[in-house]
């Protein structure tokens, strides 16, 4: 299927990624390329597979993952924000949003 | 003694980087410091003061966590993973993070924004990838074992590409929690070296259910270097035929048939086994990988950590500035490509119908593990290609990984084994994959191989 621009333009909006105007050119055919290598899984009758849950191992899913509902030490506000780009006052600062 | 091999390693690191960019922090130090308390402590781990190094994805309190990428800035995560808790607690001394693809999305450690890896066999060569500076970094001696990432087969192929032992665990055996996500349902930790023992030791160690990640699992962990017998005999070695035909360098046929002669020789019995699907990996991975990897990656946005754009107006505008500034070329085309795959109108064709393949080929495993213990296949189509050559081709890069990615998505685990060197002098690899949980089968055929043909060459940049 052939991809153009206001294709990847759409995606690109979507993804909260802003491209340049070399890169609008060369992913949308790079794009075409592999989109249409992937359709080759359209030779396959998949009728009445159930798609897979993520490699999961019956083990796995065995597993119980419930625990008791204690209190465990977390980073705490001066630790997580320590690594932020513009902390203030306790919160993470961003641009307005309107 | 602890304090003597931790210092070969930080000065071995320190003096082999400028060639080979193999690590992007060396933690001289932090490093010498805990060897030196381990020392003293007399501290009876069973890893006491053995040196490290740990994939730059991998979150190790302290040290830097760049995952190969602009965007995490220099972000430095206030907590270890799990694995690095467990190998600390050994004793294990962690002397730096190596370098990888961006955020472990590529076969060759071009993608990284620190400048590739050089292999040790030839520095014109890639050392594969994505866990490129682990492998590199083993291969030339500067660490016995060293941690890595596969999504796709990042830890296989790059230890094939430089001649060491590489170890992929079964999907939940070892802890995801403080690896920094690429594709959940895909990513495993895993193991280098230069000795199956080394990999044993290791893997007993990290694996485990964690209480951080539900997806690992509560399989009990038993000891692997019980695994190392030496005998071999009777085991069931699969030999998938049709996976040796078209696209497979000759030298790397023959090297891995003789593998297979081998091991029939220390008295396993081969069988003709049958992955009918395995033709479609690619196809599969490309579109759950990608996909996975849109919605992880979206937690990179300039709020929390690392680098943010800047003189951007509004959120929106930030948001796309940061991640446009912040992200590398191939890394943007997997996020373009995953979000494609789930748009309204595309999820059912691409992502609804990779789901079901990857049943089909999930099937494949379990059928032919019905008739044999392990599968034998190349880890990797070729041998070291040179640095540039298939940069500028995503699709002829993305074939590097059709022996290894099938296990990602069945969840089984793989490991890759050195068995010679090529004409050229470039190491080769093979492949053992097998059922859910056989690790120690798999350690003890990768470890009665080595016994049989160990593999004693070494790279002309080498720490001895």
Same mark, same amino acid.
């Given at each position: ?98 | ?23 992007? #922090?060396? !933690? ?17 781990? =069973? ?26 800035? !220099? ?25 990888? !693809? #961006? ?12 400048? /590739?890896?050089?292999? /040790? ?35 296989? =192929? ?14 939940? @055996? ?58 071999? +005999? ?11 035909? +078209? ?24 069988? !003709? ?56 070329? #191939?890394?943007? @085309? ?27 080929? +999930? ?87 080595? =016994?049989?043909?160990?593999?004693? #060459? ?7």
């Amino acid at each position: 299927m052939p991809i153009d621009q206001s294709d990847i333009e759409k995606v690109a909006h979507l993804a909260h990624l802003e491209l340049g105007e070399a890169e609008l050119k060369t992913f949308g055919p790079q794009m075409a390329q592999i989109v249409n290598y992937v359709e080759q899984l359209n030779e396959l009758d998949t009728a009445g597979v159930e798609p897979a849950l993520g490699g999961l191992t019956p083990e796995c899913e065995r597993t119980d993952s419930s625990r008791n509902d204690e209190l465990i030490s977390s980073l705490g506000q001066q630790i997580a924000l320590a690594e932020a780009p513009d902390p203030a006052g306790g919160h993470f600062r961003v641009p307005k949003v309107l | 003694m602890s304090l003597q091999t931790v210092e070969f390693s930080l000065a071995a690191a320190e003096k082999l980087n400028e060639t080979l960019n193999a690590f992007l #922090e060396i !933690d001289r130090e932090g490093a010498s410091q805990r060897a030196a308390e381990i020392e003293k402590s007399g501290n009876a781990g =069973q890893l006491a003061g053995i040196p490290i190094a740990v994939k730059d994805n991998i979150c190790v309190r302290g040290l830097q966590a760049s995952c190969g990428s602009k965007i995490l800035g !220099d972000y430095h995560p206030p907590y270890n993973a799990t694995v690095i808790e467990r190998l600390t607690n050994a004793g294990a001394v962690v002397i730096g993070k190596t370098n990888c !693809d #961006e955020f472990a999305m590529g076969s060759s450690n071009e993608n990284s924004a620190f400048g /590739p890896v050089r292999n /040790p066999w030839d520095t014109t060569r890639v050392s594969g990838g994505s866990s490129g500076g682990s492998a590199a970094a083993v291969a030339a001696g500067i660490v016995p074992v060293a941690l890595g990432s596969d999504t796709g087969g990042s830890v296989r =192929q790059p230890a094939s590409l430089c001649g060491v032992i590489g170890l992929k665990p079964t999907y939940g @055996r070892t802890s995801r929690y403080g690896l920094v996500a690429f594709a959940s349902s895909l990513d495993q930790i895993g193991i280098l070296a230069r000795e199956a023992e080394d990999v044993a030791r290791f893997l007993g160690v990290i694996a485990g259910r964690d209480r951080f990640d539900s997806t690992t699992a509560g399989v009990p962990v038993p000891d692997y270097t019980a695994a190392l017998t030496g005998d071999i +005999k009777g085991a069931r070695l699969g030999f998938p035929r049709a996976l040796f035909g +078209k696209g497979l360098d000759d030298e790397v046929r023959r090297s891995v048939e003789s593998v297979v002669d081998v091991y029939r020789e220390l008295g396993a019995e081969i069988v !003709d086994v049958a992955l009918p699907h395995a033709g479609y990996a690619i196809a599969v991975y490309y579109v759950i990988a990608t996909a996975e990897a849109s919605s992880n990656l979206a937690r990179f946005d300039g709020v929390r950590y690392g680098f943010r754009a800047e003189d951007a107006r509004e959120l929106r505008q930030m948001y796309q500035k940061t991640r446009a500034e912040g992200f590398g070329p #191939e890394v943007k @085309r997997r996020i373009m490509l995953g979000t494609y795959v789930l748009s309204a109108g595309y999820y059912d064709a691409y992502y609804r119908k990779a789901q079901q393949v990857r049943t089909l080929i +999930k099937n494949d495993f379990l059928k032919a593990f019905e008739s044999c213990d392990a599968i034998v296949t190349p880890t990797s189509p070729t041998p070291a290609f040179g640095i540039g050559e298939k940069v500028d081709d995503p699709l002829a890069m993305y074939l590097n990984d059709i022996y290894t990615v099938t296990a990602n998505l069945a969840g089984v685990p793989g490991i890759s084994m050195p068995c010679g060197l090529s004409s050229e002098r470039l190491p080769i690899g093979f492949q053992l994959l097998g059922p859910y949980w056989s690790e120690p089968a798999l350690l003890r055929l990768a470890h009665g191989y080595e =016994q049989a043909r160990p593999f004693t #060459e070494r790279p002309p940049v080498s720490a001895s």
